[in-house]
């Protein structure tokens, strides 16, 4: 098993930047890949970005790739999501989400990950 415990969120204006930070423990040695998701109430929870093991490989959204940066330090297992030029639709409930497979069709895929953080509340005002 995993747990997943997500900080950092909050309130910033448009432009302004944000980090997240997602703390995972229990079989961490066992996690293969790392994501964040966000979702607004009344929509579907949308992939922003993930990293395998080691950041050998990374994946982010159309939507946020050049303002989003995910990165993990394995020793410390932790993942991290900068969020730069923030924007008003930015604004989500963030999730950290783990999985001890990395399956290539569902890396941007809520159900391929099994391991899912509490959600923090990142808001950008205008």
């Known amino acids: 098993q995993v747990q997943l415990v997500e900080s950092g969120g909050g309130l910033v204006q448009a432009g302004g930047s944000l980090r997240l930070s997602c703390t995972a423990s229990?079989?961490?040695?066992?996690?293969?890949?790392k994501a964040w998701f966000r979702q607004v109430p009344g929509k579907e929870r949308e992939f922003v970005a993930a990293?395998?093991?080691?950041?050998?490989?990374?994946y982010y959204a159309d939507s946020v790739k050049g303002r989003f940066t995910i990165s993990r330090d394995d020793t410390k297992n932790t993942v991290s999501l900068q969020m730069n030029s923030l924007k008003p639709e930015d604004t989500a409930v963030y999730y950290c989400?783990?999985?001890?497979?990395?399956?290539?069709?569902?890396?941007?895929?809520?159900?391929?990950?099994?391991?899912w953080g509490q959600g923090t509340q990142v808001t950008v005002s205008s």
């Open positions: 990293s395998t093991w080691g950041a050998r490989d990374t």
């Open positions: 989400a783990a999985d001890f497979l990395v399956r290539d069709v569902l890396v941007r895929q809520g159900n391929g990950y099994k391991y």
């Open positions: 229990g079989r961490t040695y066992a996690i293969a890949i």
